[in-house]
């Protein structure tokens, strides 16, 4: 069984569309759906979960859509912090991964509450990836390590385990399966330094479409890939 499995969520404002619904409702239905996912690989014996919900290219759409899809988030990130929610019932931790200085602060805030809340819960980790890019994430470790060099000045050389120490998702191993909606077949600078030997999956569903089915087909080809592997070893 893959360890760690990702979705990129893609399709809900298509979705939207299709169905003749507003945005939101779209992206909000997209948090539902998020769930099932989440619930899906826990019962199958899934350890950890990442979701890319939002990238800071995004941010470039228009103002009352990132507004209202700040204020979707945020609701929903204090929804989880609730004793009833699902995370607590299935003992989920949940990290919010990316640049989190850019959200605005009341998102930032109830991301810190909803990890807080959640740090010493032992089931599966669901990694939220928001305001989030793969290349901001190796500036920022790159950054972090030269800072850190020039206070030490100890004179060695940033090595491999610097950078991945300081990654945003350093607390999670690299990625066994990403699975893309929509009929996309690119990363869309997600995870870069994480999906060097991942498997991909891609599904023609929007998110919102998406059922158990495909994440345990995602599984089954992923296994098929692992098996050829040791073959041609």
């Known amino acids: 069984m893959p360890s760690h499995v990702s979705f990129i969520m893609d399709g809900n404002r298509r979705y939207a569309r299709k169905n003749k619904l507003k945005q939101v409702a779209g992206h909000e239905a997209g948090y539902f759906a998020l769930l ?50 699902v995370v607590n019932g299935y003992s989920i931790r949940v990290h919010v991964s990316g640049n989190l200085q850019l959200l605005p602060q009341h998102s930032r805030d109830a991301a810190n509450k909803l990890m807080s809340l959640t740090v010493n819960n032992f089931g599966l980790l669901l990694t939220i990836c928001v305001a989030y890019t793969s290349t ?32 945003y998702m350093e607390i999670a191993p690299d990625l066994d399966i990403v699975i893309r909606t929509s009929g996309e077949n690119r990363l869309s600078n997600f995870l870069l330094w994480q999906t060097a030997k991942s498997y991909l999956y891609s599904t023609s569903a929007l998110w919102l479409e998406i059922r158990i089915w495909h994440l345990v087909w995602a599984v089954f080809n992923f296994q098929r890939y692992q098996l050829l592997q040791k073959k041609e070893e």
């Not at 800072?147 to 050389?157: A, H, L």
């Open 36 to 85: 099932s996912m989440v619930t899906y690989c826990y019962e199958l014996g899934i350890k950890y979960v990442t979701a890319y919900a939002f990238s800071i290219d995004n941010f470039n759409r228009r103002p009352e859509e990132v507004q209202s899809i700040m204020d979707l988030m945020t609701e929903k990130f204090e929804l989880l912090c609730r004793k009833d929610s």
């Open 136 to 167: 901001d994430e190796i500036i920022h470790a790159v950054e972090k390590c030269c800072e850190e060099k020039w206070v030490e000045n100890d004179g060695r050389t940033i090595s491999l385990a610097d950078i991945e120490k300081r990654m």
